[in-house]
């Protein structure tokens, strides 16, 4: 367990503090990914549950006043399923950005070591290109998971929201 810890440590220094800011970028990313995957499998049962009751509960589901409500329920419901969304699509572009940066700060370093012991030490500029390479792949990698979660929550909130829809709908009198 230590070794792996060093591991890390080690992937961590060798791409700079970019890499460490991508990593918690990450981090907090698939936190609200999980959070959101959570509450599509817990708490929005609960809620589709209390729509039902609350709608079926009403004396009035054919009149103007009820399509309003039931459109509000609808739109309530649907905030609540976007609630994080527009947050993880923000971090999913900000991993290659951040990864372009690393790419940069590298690329400066390595300038740096060329300004003072000359083109011919490949040793000195390792340590630049390898902090250019790895928050790039690294943001590249983060984005990339980051797109496919976005996406299937995206789909999977208007497929929610078109069976909230359905089912309101079928509580309605003809």
């Known amino acids: 367990m230590i070794e792996l810890f ?3 440590r080690d992937f961590l220094e060798t791409g700079g503090w970019v890499l460490t800011a991508i990593a918690w970028l990450i981090f907090f990313m698939w936190l609200l990914i999980l959070e959101r995957v959570f509450y599509f499998f817990t708490g929005h049962k ?24 039931r459109q509000a329920m609808v739109s309530r419901a649907s905030l609540q399923l976007k609630f994080s969304i527009p ?25 740096d070591v060329m300004s003072i012991s000359g083109g011919g030490n490949a ?7 390898s ?10 990698v983060g984005a990339l998971s980051g797109v496919f979660a976005s996406t299937w ?22």
């Open 6 to 8: 060093e591991a890390l």
């Open 46 to 69: 609960a809620l589709v549950k209390s729509l039902v009751e609350a709608w079926n509960a009403r004396e009035d589901k054919a009149s103007w006043n009820a399509e309003q409500i």
């Open 87 to 111: 947050i993880i699509q923000a971090m999913v572009a900000l991993c290659p950005l951040l990864g372009l940066l690393g790419t940069v700060t590298g690329m400066i370093q390595v300038f």
């Open 123 to 129: 040793r000195s500029m390792a340590a630049g290109v």
């Open 131 to 140: 902090q250019a390479t790895i928050p790039t792949m690294a943001g590249m």
């Open 153 to 174: 929550l995206t789909r999977k909130v208007k497929t929610e929201r078109m069976h909230i829809e359905d089912i309101l709908e079928m509580q309605r009198p003809v």
